[in-house]
């Protein structure tokens, strides 16, 4: 089979295709949620903890560069200068936004757990005879041939 053959039946797989689909969406669904923790949980956040801005705190590790023409408290300004830093206060909306991903991917599946049809399960057989049963018979039989 020729390699563009092989492409073709890779790509014709139904999960490659669900795997893209996934990928897209997901990536779509991650900016929606990305939009929602970034323009109104943190804010709320803040506002409940009177006013805190996660992300102006960091740990600068160098010295700031001697042309530097930006805010030197603000993050965002000293790591386009390519100061070296921990930026813990991302770190904790980067975490608070998976966890609010993770939540609602949760509450997604769990709908979709109850619309999702199942099939109806088939009346169970009628139990047959347990072996003790079954032997008993066997044993009533060879008496009654005798």
Do not use: H
Request: proline share 5%.
């Amino acid at each position: 089979m020729s390699v563009l053959g092989e492409f073709k039946t890779f790509i014709a797989r139904g999960n490659v295709l669900d795997l893209a689909v996934g990928v897209i969406i997901g990536g779509a669904f991650g900016k929606i949620v990305t939009s929602l923790t970034e323009s109104v949980i943190m804010p709320i956040v803040g506002w409940i903890t009177g006013g805190v801005d996660f992300t102006k705190y960091f740990v600068r590790l160098g010295d700031v560069p001697a042309d530097f023409k930006g805010d030197p408290t603000a993050y965002a300004d000293l790591k386009t200068a390519g100061v070296p830093m921990i930026g813990y206060g991302d770190f904790i909306t980067q975490a608070v936004n998976f966890v609010i991903v993770a939540f609602i991917i949760f509450m997604i599946v769990k709908a979709v757990n109850r619309m999702t049809v199942k099939p109806e399960e088939a009346p169970a057989a009628p139990a047959g005879p347990t072996e003790v049963e079954l032997l008993a018979e066997i044993r009533d039989a060879l008496k009654a041939r005798d």
